[in-house]
């Protein structure tokens, strides 16, 4: 894990050029107006592989030809400044963007080889599988017990409550939130604290067996230490999912995160290990981002 003194560091000195492990070496220092990617995109065995991606509000388009494979047991951070387009590339990961009038999406997100936006894709079990852990937590307006149970039920997991009583405890404990509840598993989920209740949406997340993990800004409205029990949490969950993130906040990313990717006006600037994008950024863009100069 990164820790903050190196972030601070690579903040507030020069950047060089390096590479790491697994990455090729660099080709020169790319001029600041190109907006071809930076860095290595592929990835060995890849979880989720996305090509030439490209998304449209009615004539405006929010992304740009995006190419990136997510891996397994990886968190991968996206940054950026507001109005990037991470927020809406994580949304095209398990087609949220489909509930936005005059959207249109191109290219291909592959999961398990299978292109998702294919017509013969259901989008409810596919979205079971790339689960999404919102910016604000919203448990539903039932008890803690039917918020976890809620998507097992629906998609058929559990036999009888035995095994249903089975994956809520699991998902909770998974989520970290088991001993802070199991004592009050029947009172709303509302009732919870706020980092709590976003750990309750991760559990409900989780307890649908998802392959990969998308979270969109999910500690932004927590408090500091709320923020840290989830830090911890995610980079506990990467073990067994694969997560993608967005986050504002580039010490969170180098905190949980194994790569990292840059996003500018649509363009996926640069992508590589978390470590080398904020200690030695190839992109000018990025190193301007990740020293403070703009975002």
Known sequence: MLTLTRVEEAMTKGVGLGTSPGEEPARGRPDRESRETVGTVTVENPRMVCRGVNVFYGDKQAIRN???DIGRNEVLAMIGPSGCGKSTFIRCLNRMNDTIEGCRVTGE??????????????VVPLRAQVGMVFQKPNPFPKSVYE????????HG????RAELDEIVERALRKAGLWDEVKDRLHEPGTGLSGGQQQRLCIARTIAVNPEIILMDEPCSALDPIATSVIEDLIFELRTQYSICIVTHSMQQAARVSQRTAYFHLGDLIEV????????????????????????
Do not use: M
Request: charged share 25%; hydrophobic share 35%.
């Open 66 to 68: 995006v190419s990136i």
């Open 109 to 122: 997100i592959l999961l398990d080889g299978v292109n998702i936006y294919d017509r013969k894709v259901d």
């Open 147 to 154: 918020n976890v149970a809620y998507g097992p039920r629906i």
């Open 157 to 160: 997991l559990a036999r009888n």
């Open 272 to 295: 590589g290990p978390t470590d080398r994008i904020f200690t030695n950024p190839r992109h000018p863009l990025t190193q301007d981002y990740i020293t403070g100069r703009f975002g």
